[in-house]
């Protein structure tokens, strides 16, 4: 009997290896990736962006590494820009993503522990919240648990506001990141006397070159003429 299980378990197992979806290809780096995905990953996070031919609809398969990869475009980034304000930005947006998934996650779990639950429920629940870093102790009485429970959350909440509090800070005191993208277009396709620069197909190396390009060409400019 336990050896048909670990047949059934292992047939699965290669169901899985055989009929595993294959990977999307991904963009490789700043050459390739359009500035329009990298600032919408920049943003939110949503690393769906970096899949060649995305367009917000179609379904992609990511490799579980996809973070570092992003990771790496911006260390890229920030090389070329010599700057490291974008990649203390995406930090931000990162942490804060991170802390409202594992907050929204420890508050569904937390809403499902109490009675009648069964034992063995509970226990994986309170597994879960330990892998969250939420140390349920099943042993203690269970309301005085929970009211240290909802304490430990509503600190994890404090945390997220002080998160955006600094985001919010960042964004005010650096106007020139992703919420103002399309007014630098705007402004560098006046510089350069572009009529069109499409996000969606300049490159984000490419569009370093630009906002390089636009500097020198300002400062050859004669004062008076750059005043409107």
Known sequence: MVAKKLENIKFKKLLK??????????????????????????????FRWLAVGFTGYSKVQLPDDVDKLFEDIMNEYCGLSQSTKSLDYYELIVDINKLETRYETVKAL????????????MKAIIN??????????????????????????????????????????????????????MVNKIALERVLNK??????????????????????????IPKWQSIN
């Open 110 to 121: 937390l809403l499902m522990l109490p009675p009648p639950t069964p034992k063995k429920t």
């Open 195 to 220: 009529n069109r620069i499409d996000l969606k197909v300049v490159t984000v190396e490419e569009w370093v070159a630009i906002i390089n390009e636009a500097k020198r060409v300002t400062k050859q």
């Open 128 to 181: 879960e919240l330990h892998e969250w870093k939420f140390k349920f102790d099943p042993t203690a009485p269970f309301k005085k648990e929970m009211h240290r429970m909802t304490r430990q959350l509503s600190s994890a909440l404090t945390r997220i506001n002080s998160k955006i509090e600094d985001l919010e800070k960042f964004q005010e005191d650096n106007d020139e990141e992703p919420a103002s993208m």
């Open 17 to 46: 290896v055989v009929f595993r979806k294959k990977e999307s290809d991904l963009y490789k780096g700043c050459a390739d990736l359009p500035m329009h995905n990298f600032s919408i990953v920049r943003e939110t996070s949503d």
